[in-house]
Every structure is written in C-alpha cells, then in structure tokens.
C-alpha cells in the first residue's frame, strides 16, 4: 500500500511570502508544497496538500483523512491557539501520525501564541525551522509509518 499525507495549511497561509514576509519569509505557500512533494517522494509516499482559511473545511477534511490518509501534517495557523474543534477532530484519527508544523517559533512570539490545543494530540510539534519544518515533518511522518 502506497502511504499518503494529508499536509493542511490554516488561515493566511496562502499568504506566505507577502504577509509578515520578516517573521515567515519569502517562499510561497506553492513553494511549501513543492519541498513537501520532494521530500515524500524520497520516502516513496504521496502527498495531499491542502489549505483552507475556514476552520470547518480543515475539520471535513481531516474527518476525511481518517478513510483516506496515512498521517496528517497540520499548520493550523492562528487556529492553533483557539480551536478545540480541529484538537477534537485530530483526536479522533486513532492510528494516524499527526506532526503540527508552525514556521516561527510560537514561544518566542505573543504569549497568547505559547500554548497549541493541536499540540496536546500531535505525535510531534516542529516550530521554528522556517519552511524547512514542513520537511522535517515529512520526515518524521515516514519513520512514525515505517515503525507501523
């Protein structure tokens, strides 16, 4: 069986590259996807990228994923630090890795930016690394599936 990762973008991220350009760079969320595409490939598994400024998508989208993917690598944005839906939702993908990326490093931000309702189910939490954290995810998706 071929594996394949949901990648989910929250709120602004098809904004990478023009919002904020001094704390999440200059690539584009088409780049994001590009390095995320390379990166599995070298694992022999598929992605699915996805992004959506509407919570209520992201959340039909991962009940999806429970049938339809092998893990789930999730930028929920700002919905990071608010929405108990996508936590509830995510909690409900028994079996499946889920890695929750941010390109900043949200400690060192707000403090309304410290704490991720997604990080309480997430086999992972990679924040900080710049777009470069989508590849690490990818990474640890694929030893996470690897292990069974």
Not at 9 to 29: F, M
Not at 96 to 112: A, K
Not at 114 to 130: F, M, P
Request: overall charge negative; aromatic content about 4%.
């Amino acid at each position: 069986m071929t594996h394949t990762i949901l990648v989910l973008n929250g709120p602004n991220l098809n904004l990478l590259g023009q919002r904020q350009p001094e704390i999440y760079g200059s690539e584009t969320l088409a780049d994001v996807e590009t390095l995320v595409t390379k990166a599995a490939t070298g694992h022999g598994i598929a992605v699915d990228c996805r992004q959506s400024n509407h919570e209520g998508l992201l959340i039909d989208w991962i009940h999806e994923a429970r049938a339809t993917h092998s893990a789930i690598i999730i930028n929920p944005g700002g919905l990071s630090h608010t929405s108990v839906a996508l936590l509830d939702a995510l909690s409900a993908c028994d079996g499946l890795p889920v890695i929750e990326v941010h390109i900043s490093n949200i400690h060192q931000r707000e403090p309304f930016r410290h704490h991720s309702y997604v990080s309480e189910r997430a086999n992972g939490v990679i924040a900080g690394c710049g777009t470069q954290g989508y590849v690490f995810a990818v990474d640890r998706a694929a030893a996470l599936l690897a292990a069974g």
